[in-house]
Structures are given as C-alpha cells and as structure tokens.
C-alpha cells in the first residue's frame, strides 16, 4: 500500500513561478524524501528531511516536515522549463522496513 | 563513479515467457531494491536485497523472484508473463545498510511489454 499521498496530483505554472507540492503519510518515520523523475526515466533523489528536523534547503528547494500533522511539503522556487517532471515523496520508517513511494505528482512548467 | 546500469533497457515479450532483468549497482553499495511503476499503480516495492539475502518482499505473486551475488549485482525473474506485467522496472541502489534510511539512486529502468 502507499504511505504518502501527494497533492495535488497535477500542477500547471509559468515558468518564474513557485511550485508548491504536499505529501501527507500515514504513520510514524525515520525521514522522509523526495525524488523526481522525467517522463520514461529512473528517479533522481532531491532532498531528504530526517523526523528530527523542521525545514531544509537545497539550492532552489525548500521542503518542510510536521510530523504532527503527518505532512511534508516540497516548494521549488523561480521554476523553469527544465523542472517539467513528476515528483514523489518516499517515507522511511526505519528498521529492516522497506522506502515507500507515493503516486507522484505531474508538474508542468510553461516556458 | 557510474551509476546504477540496469539491462536490457526495453524488451517485449509474450504472455507466457520468462524474463530476466539485471542491475549493476554502484560500486560499493550493497543495498539493492527493485520497484515495479505501473501508470496505474504507481512505485510498487518488488524487492530488497543486502549481502545477498532478501530482507524484504513486496506483495508480488511467486512468479516474480530475484537474486543478489556476491558482486551485488542482482536479477530479477518473472515467470509466466502476463499482459499486467508489462511495467518499468526499476531497480535501487543505496550505500547505506538499511535502504529506507538514506537516499536511492535509481537506474534508467528496463521497459517490459508483454503482448
């Protein structure tokens, strides 16, 4: 079964626009992470957020983590062209458990 | 360093056959994990193996199987193929003992179609 959800499930924005994607899961975790991937490719890890943490950057992303709402959010500031792919968060329970990937969302970046 | 390397990258087969993926991990991890994406069901976890054993198994029928050298090098196998089978597999490596508590890096994925 999934753990996160990703919402929403499709995003169209102009390129220079943020975009602003959620992730909710089920139940408790080691870290949290997301990947992206372009159409018909492997997934490309972007950020991992560990339990213990709140927030964390890298380059243009920034993602959020409330684990007492069960909810990560991933925000990709001055979009481009280029970041045009789906994006999936993947939870982490830890243990001998097995990454758990969400259905992914679509985002569109209108040149 | 290359990445992970996973053969054939497409191949069609017919409901019946069997089929052999491989996937060569990048060079000193030893956490493998396979995943089958289907536009219906998205990521779906096949797989994870370590130092050769199998530590976790998704819930796929008896037909799907895998394996993991001693290289780290790891197959899977499907048998008996179905129309539903036909998904992109992608297969995971991870340098960390336990694949779920630190980043994956996939392969391109091997495209199978089953007719």
């Known amino acids: 079964s999934q753990q996160g959800e990703e919402d929403p499930q499709a995003l169209s924005i102009q390129e220079g626009e943020n975009a602003t994607m959620n992730c909710s899961y089920k139940t408790s975790i080691n870290n949290l992470q997301w990947y992206r991937q372009n159409s018909g490719r492997g997934l490309v890890h972007l950020i991992l957020?560990?339990?213990?943490?709140r927030e964390k950057h890298s380059g243009r992303l920034r993602v959020t983590l409330d684990t007492s709402k069960k909810s990560s959010s991933l925000l990709i500031t001055a979009s481009r062209a280029a970041d045009t792919a789906s994006y999936f968060c993947a939870t982490g329970q830890g243990g001998s458990e097995k990454l758990v990937f969400g259905k992914g969302m679509k985002l569109t970046v209108n040149p | 360093k290359a990445g992970v390397t996973q053969t054939p990258r497409y191949l069609i087969k017919t409901r019946g056959q069997q089929v052999t993926l491989s996937c060569s991990p990048i060079s000193g991890h030893r956490s493998v994990s396979w995943y089958q994406q289907t536009p219906g069901q998205g990521l779906q976890f096949l797989f994870e193996?370590?130092?050769?054993?199998?530590?976790n198994k998704g819930n796929f029928p008896g037909r799907f199987s895998g394996r993991q050298f001693s290289n780290s090098r790891s197959e899977m196998n499907v048998s008996t193929l179905e129309l539903g089978d036909s998904a992109l597999y992608l297969c995971?490596?991870?340098?960390?003992?336990?694949?779920?508590?630190?980043?994956?890096?996939f392969g391109e994925g091997s495209r199978l179609t089953v007719l």
């Open positions: 193996y370590f130092s050769e054993t199998q530590r």
């Open positions: 995971a490596s991870s340098p960390t003992a336990l694949a779920n508590t630190g980043e994956l890096f």
């Open positions: 957020i560990r339990s213990n943490e």
